[in-house]
């Protein structure tokens, strides 16, 4: 009798000990472990958000579990293919006023709309000697107005808030009608950008966090734009109507809005 009291107790001691291994292992594996029920996020992206937004896309998905699919096209295009019915969750686009005419159509949920980015703009050349960093709009208007060089590139204004804002410089410097015959105007700033590095055009009006994400020998030299000489290119997110209850364009949204991300939006050139 008391052989067998001593076997139980021997398996009662055995069996508790590895009950509490077990609930150990399960509370290791919850803590360490992605979310179960992980979700997806179709997200439209500005074109001068593409490489902070890979890099934000792949934090976003080992925190949380949820994964970001990317799509990148100037805002314009991104809204008139929203307007249309593309499938999209969240919209980041490169300034307000595109998130605030997919509010008032219905396509995106209201109250859901913040500043993600502030954008700067710089006179960029591939080449290391071309443009002097200086203060001085009147150095910026002559390195523009002497017009020695065949090709100068900016974003299309109708489509790209950074156009708008290569415009308003322009306007600025009464050099609007001086420079259209030389002007190419890229579709997006991504593409504004190629023309400016592939030489096809001297200089360009681009994304400050385009040249900051090059390597030192090859960002050329540039000029940083005062901000008074456009207006601030504050960049929205909003999440559609169609990802209303879709856990993963919420999660995305507070990521974005996060002090960790905001650090790192501001390490790629943005204010």
Known sequence: ???????????????????????????????????????????????????????????????????????????????????????????????????????????????SEFIYAKGRLVLWSAKSDAVESTESTEALRGVLEQGDFDYFAMANPKLAPYGAAAKSVLARLELTDSLKDKVVMGENIAQTFQFVQTGNAALGFVALSQIKDLDESEQGSHWLIPTDCYPAIEQYAV?????????????????????????????????
């Open 1 to 111: 009798m008391i052989n067998r009291l001593k076997k139980c107790v021997s398996y009662c001691q055995s069996y508790a000990k590895a009950k509490l291994a077990h609930n150990a292992l399960l509370a290791l594996l919850c803590l360490s472990a992605p979310p179960l029920f992980a979700d997806e996020v179709l997200v439209a992206v500005a074109s001068n958000f593409i490489k902070p937004m890979k890099v934000i896309a792949e934090r976003f998905e080992a925190e949380t579990g949820h994964q970001a699919k990317l799509a990148f096209g100037s805002s314009g295009k991104l809204l008139a293919q929203i307007t249309h019915g593309a499938p999209f969750d969240v919209f980041l686009s490169a300034d307000k006023d595109k998130v605030t005419r997919i509010i008032d159509k219905g396509l995106a949920v209201k109250g």
């Open 239 to 271: 999440i559609l109507k169609t990802a209303s209850d879709n856990p993963a364009a919420s999660a995305l949204t507070e990521f974005l809005n996060s002090d960790s991300e905001k650090k790192l939006i501001r390490s790629f050139g943005y204010d």
